[in-house]
Each structure stands twice: as C-alpha cells, then as structure tokens.
C-alpha cells in the first residue's frame, strides 16, 4: 500500500477550473494505476479517470471527457494530476485518488481494484 493526500480541491463557479493533486507519501510511483474516484452528496463512489503510470495510459469516464485531464508529473514521479475544467454543479462531491499496482484495464474503474485511497478534497461548484 501507498499513502496518497490529496489537494486543489475548493468552491469555483460553474464553467470554471480547478487542478486536483494526488501526491505519494514517501515513495515514488512505479507499477501503479492511479485513480480518481469521486462521490456525490448523497449519492455512491464513481470512477472519474485512471492513469497507468509506466505507460501514460488514460481512461475517463463519459460524464469528464474532454473537460477533465489526468496527467502524472514527470519530474517529481510521485504525483498525478486532475485538471478539472468546464466545471458544472453536477462535478460537486468529494473527489479521491487511489492507487495499486497489477489492475488488469478491465477493472481500472472499479473502485475495489485499488487498495490505496487518499483522505479525500472537496470540489464544491456553484451555478
């Protein structure tokens, strides 16, 4: 298992931008899928976007492609990014990073695939 913390998170209205970060506690990503879950008021965890760290390998989910982008940082091999952009009412919830190593691309959006989970950030967006 990894520590992962979460940051960037914050109130912006809509059609605005926020970057999230995923940083790894005292090691470096090597064999990991990270994710990005988020969950809603009310409502249940979602599978947001996933990067493959040795491959750059992204997948999004149908409600942020194109608005959202995962990246990693190349420099610092301990951190992924989540550039939120367009920003509706809809994205608010309390966003989560995840991360495991052996995820085969079947499971990537399943949230039980990972074993790692940050505290959480919230992104709240208002009309």
């Known amino acids: 298992q990894v520590q992962l913390v979460e940051s960037g998170g914050g109130l912006v209205q809509a059609g605005g931008s926020l970057r999230l970060s995923c940083t790894a506690s005292?090691?470096?990503?090597?064999?990991?899928?990270i994710g990005w879950f988020r969950q809603p008021p009310g409502n249940e965890r979602e599978f947001v976007a996933a990067i493959r760290w040795n491959s750059r390998t992204t997948i999004y989910a149908d409600s942020v492609k194109g608005r959202f982008t995962i990246s990693r940082d190349n420099a610092r091999r301990d951190t992924v990014y989540l550039q939120m952009n367009s920003l509706y009412p809809d994205d608010t919830a309390v966003y989560y990073c995840a991360a495991d190593t052996g995820i085969i691309l079947s499971s990537i959006r399943n949230d039980a695939s990972y074993d790692s989970w940050g505290q959480g950030t919230q992104v709240t967006v208002s009309s």
């Open positions: 005292g090691r470096t990503f090597n064999q990991h899928t």
